[in-house]
C-alpha cells in the first residue's frame, strides 16, 4: 500500500476567532474585555499558566499559547497594589500572546481590562475549574493540530474494529462497504478517508464534512446510506485497526497462508496490521472481512489461531518421534 505524502495535512496555526466560535458553547466561554484581536494566532497546542511571568521572570515565557489565570494567578494580582498589578500584567501583555482566559468565574481588574484593550488582547472568563479547562483546551487544540492525512477508500466499522478497504478505483471497495452494511455493520466513510493521528499510536478516521455518508456505485450513482439504512448504519469516527487492500488475484503474488508472520503499514509513523486481499470470482469478501474483524478481536484479547495450530503441530511431531505406535483408534459407534 502506497501512501502519497503530499496527502499529510498540518496546522501551523489556528486563529482566536476559530477557537472562540469552535469553543464557546463547550467550555461555556464568554468575552470579558472588548472585540479585539481576534485574528491572533494560536501557533502552540499546549496552554500556558503565567505565574512566573507575572513576578517578573521572563526568560522562559511561552507567550505564543494561551494564557490560563486561575486561582493562584488571579489571587497574586488581587494582593499587589494597583501600580504593581498594572506593571506586571503589562510585563506580559506587551508580548505577543494569543488570549488570556480566565478560569473559576474569576473576574478581570480595571487595569487587566485596561490593558488587554490597549494592546489587543481578548480576555475570555470561564465556570470550569483551572484543571478541567485546560484538559479540555489541550484536548482541542491537540485535534486541530493533530497531522492528518487523506487516503482513497471505504471505512467501515466491523463487530466495532475499524477496517479501512484501500485498492485501485473499480475493484469493489464501495460495494463491499455498502454489503458489509446490509449486514449490519456501521459505515464511516467512503471514497475519501480523513485519518487524524491522536496521541502516540492512534489514528481516527472520519469523512469530510461535505461528503459524509454518501456513497458512489458505478452504475447507479449516488445514495445516501444514512437516509436509506438509518442512524445505526453509520458512524461520524471510528479508530483505525485494520488495513485491507484489495486486489485483483495475481499469480506472481505471494499471499499469506498461515498468517504467523503480521504484516503493519505505516501510516502518520502508526503501526497498522495490514492485509493484502486476493479477489477472485465467487470469493466472498463480506464474509472474509467479518471474519478479519473476528480474528482481530481474538488477537487483541490474546488468542491467535495460528500460533495455536503452529504449536499443536510441533507438539505432534515430537510426540510422534517419541512415541512409535502406529495404531488407530476409531469410534465404537457413529450413530446420526
Known amino acids: 500500500m502506497k501512501l502519497d505524502d503530499r496527502n499529510i495535512i498540518k496546522k501551523e496555526s489556528i486563529s482566536v476567532e476559530f477557537f472562540y466560535k469552535n469553543t464557546k458553547e463547550r467550555f461555556k466561554l464568554r ?28 526568560d522562559l515565557f511561552a507567550y505564543n499559547r494561551i494564557q490560563i489565570f486561575g486561582n ?6 488581587h494582593n499587589l497594589k494597583p ?14 500572546i494569543p488570549c488570556v482566559i480566565i478560569t473559576n468565574s474569576n473576574l478581570p481588574s480595571p487595569e487587566m481590562l485596561e490593558l488587554a484593550n490597549q494592546y489587543k488582547i481578548p480576555i475570555f472568563g470561564s465556570d470550569y ?4 479547562l485546560i484538559y ?3 484536548d482541542f487544540l491537540d485535534d486541530q493540530f493533530a497531522p ?37 455493520h456501521r459505515l464511516v466513510a467512503d471514497d475519501v478517508v480523513i485519518l487524524t493521528k491522536k496521541g502516540e499510536g492512534i489514528l481516527m478516521g472520519s469523512g469530510t464534512e461535505l461528503v459524509k455518508h454518501f456513497m458512489e456505485l458505478r452504475g447507479i450513482g449516488i445514495i ?21 487492500e484489495l486486489e485483483i488475484w495475481n499469480e506472481k503474488e505471494d499471499y499469506t497462508r498461515t498468517g504467523l508472520d503480521d504484516i503493519y503499514v505505516k501510516i502518520l509513523d502508526v503501526e497498522i496490521p495490514y492485509i493484502k486481499l486476493p479477489i477472485v470470482p465467487g470469493k466472498n469478501i463480506t464474509v472474509i472481512s467479518e471474519i478479519i474483524a473476528i480474528n482481530y478481536l481474538l488477537k487483541h484479547y490474546g488468542y491467535d489461531a495460528a500460533k495455536v495450530l503452529n504449536s499443536k503441530i510441533l507438539k505432534h511431531i515430537r510426540e510422534k518421534g517419541e512415541n512409535l505406535d502406529r495404531t488407530v483408534e476409531y469410534f465404537e459407534h457413529d450413530f446420526e
Do not use: C, W
Not at 31 to 40: A, I, Q, W, Y
Not at 72 to 77: A, C, F, H, Q, V
Not at 224 to 244: P, T
Open 136 to 138: 479540555l483546551i489541550g
Open 148 to 184: 492528518r492525512i487523506t487516503i482513497h477508500g471505504s471505512f467501515v466499522d466491523v463487530y466495532g474494529v475499524g477496517i479501512l478497504f484501500t485498492g485501485k478505483s473499480g475493484i469493489g471497495k464501495s460495494e463491499v462497504a455498502l454489503d458489509l452494511v446490509e449486514r449490519g
Open 224 to 244: 445516501d446510506v444514512r437516509s436509506m439504512f438509518g442512524v445505526r448504519a453509520i458512524r461520524f469516527q471510528k479508530r483505525l485497526e485494520v488495513v485491507v
Open 31 to 58: 468575552l470579558l474585555n472588548d472585540e479585539v484581536g481576534f485574528d491572533r494566532l494560536i501557533k502552540d497546542q499546549n496552554v500556558h499558566r503565567p505565574g512566573l511571568p507575572l513576578a517578573g521572570f521572563l
Open 83 to 96: 501600580e504593581e498589578r498594572k506593571k506586571s500584567l503589562e510585563n506580559i501583555f506587551r508580548f505577543n
Open 129 to 132: 475549574s483551572t484543571t478541567k
Open 72 to 77: 493562584t494567578e488571579m489571587s497574586y494580582l
